[in-house]
């Protein structure tokens, strides 16, 4: 929109130039030999001066900077002003922990550290640069059943719940992104899975598997919109090598932000 008006301020001073200055310019030279204050000189002048006002606003409005109105941590840009998110309820829920390592890389990778250090990241940036009030199922390398994930969800009165896992696959060569939501899902928890598939395939640049539904017990049993992140495959060489690097992690959590903002902004 700014710059659609910039262009057409920039057309319509070049036209108002194109008319006034080939007429006045050259007769004010010729003028210069002919009494200075007749009346037909007076109106050279003027149309000069309303010339150079002219090519001096043309000037200003060429160097003006559109207002971006952004922050950018990382590339994620958060609009000014209020925030879309602002009192929303959000809880982050890292999968697996203490006892239950979830699954476990060639390289002795572990599924929990990974969930939980990308959800600390975007319970970072979410506290850091929205309204939102901010929940994490936990915060510490220990374990929390199912059934206490979603009943603190659901105790929280909740409106959007992610749930951070990474995939494996027995014949490890499986690669890539995929976000579920329950089969009987609405349409919001749809389209909440379909910005952050959209966010962590662009970001990480990994393949895009798609959204599919599920029946896990997190994404059946919470009364709000839910969904499952599964970030790449941990039995993958390549991907948990990938997911290894704290410079990963960030990105993921980057693009869980951006999937996050760009949900509440295109409701």
């Known amino acids: ?11 319509v001073l070049m036209l108002l130039l194109s008319l006034i200055l080939p007429a006045s310019f050259p007769r004010l030279v010729e003028a210069r030999s002919r009494e200075v204050l007749n009346k037909d000189n007076l109106e050279l002048i ?35 002003g209020p925030s879309p998110l602002a009192g ?27 969930n939980l250090d990308i959800a600390k990241r975007v319970y970072r940036l979410l506290k850091e640069n929205t309204g939102a009030q901010v929940y994490l199922t936990r915060d510490t390398d220990r374990f929390i059943s199912l059934a206490e994930r979603s009943s603190l969800a659901n105790r929280l009165d909740g409106d959007i719940f ?40 662009k970001e990480l640049v990994l393949q895009n598997r798609g959204l599919k539904a599920g029946n896990f017990h997190v994404i059946r049993e919470t009364r709000m919109d839910s969904v499952l992140l599964e970030i790449g495959f941990i039995s993958d060489a390549a991907e948990e090598a990938l997911l290894a690097k704290a410079s990963t992690r960030e990105r993921a959590a980057q693009a869980i932000f951006a999937g996050i903002l760009a949900y509440y902004q295109n409701r």
């Open 1 to 11: 929109m700014m710059r659609a008006k910039l262009l057409q301020r920039t057309l």
């Open 162 to 201: 992610i749930s951070i896992h990474i995939n494996a696959a027995e014949n490890g060569r499986e690669r890539g992104i995929e976000t579920y939501a329950h089969h009987n899902a609405g349409r919001e928890a749809w389209a909440l899975a379909w910005y952050l598939q959209e966010q962590l395939v």
């Open 88 to 114: 929303k309820i959000i809880i982050l829920d890292p999968g697996h922990g203490g006892s239950d390592p979830g699954a476990v890389g060639a390289r002795g990778l572990k599924e929990k550290d990974v």
């Open 46 to 80: 003027l149309k000069g001066v309303v010339s150079l006002y002219l090519l001096n606003r043309l000037n200003s409005v060429l160097r003006e900077e559109p207002a971006t109105g952004h922050l950018e941590p990382g590339g994620s840009g958060v609009p000014a």
